[in-house]
């Protein structure tokens, strides 16, 4: 079993489609919210609690299904996928926290309590950078439960063709390099450097960057091995 966690605006959405045109109906899309401490999240794990033998879901997950994709936990299937190997993409922390500002910004029509919290506080892009679980945000995903040396798979959204190559090699897969929700690419550092907040969005990510560059040690790693 692959457990593949997507962390908002890392490239998730375009190797969702690949990931499903691979595996297609063995792939299980777990995309019932983007925040890992909400509601859903916190009643799916309180059902794991209540419901330790859960033999039928075991049976349906590890038989059914070749690969979990979407935004959850790293430990949300802990207890009902044995032997799993977990697959993550990184990205610059400065690069990925003003992307998912200002795609949070322009969304009108999806239901997104981090959109709201904008909107409703008027929050600047500096006061977002500044809220704690965005500092800490891929701690919140992945390594507060796996250490990057433990992950199977870690691939970096600026060398996106080369994780895939490096995906295909580790698990003996033919995913396509697609490039989706990709926009017109976007200098934010520039753009932070106009605003004159460079220096403390960066101070703000300084916990994501450490594991950044974690994961990018990982990624030459496997890349060597590999590649």
């Not at 080369?162 to 697609?178: A, G, Q, Y």
């Amino acid at each position: 079993m692959i457990v593949s966690i997507h962390i908002p605006k890392t490239a998730g959405t375009s190797l969702r489609c690949a990931l499903s045109k691979e595996f297609g109906q063995q792939l299980l899309l777990d995309y019932g919210r983007n925040n890992p401490d909400s509601t859903l999240e916190l009643k799916f794990r309180k059902f794991l609690i209540q419901h330790p033998n859960l033999s039928f879901n075991k049976s349906i997950i590890n038989y059914q299904y070749r690969i979990i994709h979407g935004h959850f936990k790293a430990d949300k299937y802990k207890q009902i996928t044995s032997h799993a190997k977990y697959t993550v993409f990184f990205r610059d922390p400065i690069s990925r926290v003003v992307s998912h500002y200002f795609y949070l910004k322009k969304q009108k029509d999806k239901i997104l309590p981090l959109r709201d919290m904008i909107r409703d506080n008027q929050l600047s892009l500096k006061e977002f950078c500044q809220l704690e679980f965005i500092k800490n945000y891929y701690q919140r995903f992945v390594t507060k439960f796996i250490e990057i040396e433990d992950l199977s798979f870690v691939g970096l959204t600026e060398y996106y063709e080369e994780s895939i190559r490096l995906f295909n090699r580790i698990f003996h897969t033919n995913l396509e390099v697609l490039f989706l929700n990709q926009g017109v690419v976007k200098d934010y550092d520039s753009i932070i450097n106009h605003m004159g907040i460079y220096s403390e969005i960066k101070e703000s990510q300084k916990e994501n960057q450490l594991i950044y560059d974690q994961a990018r040690i990982k990624f030459d790693r496997l890349r060597q091995e590999y590649l």
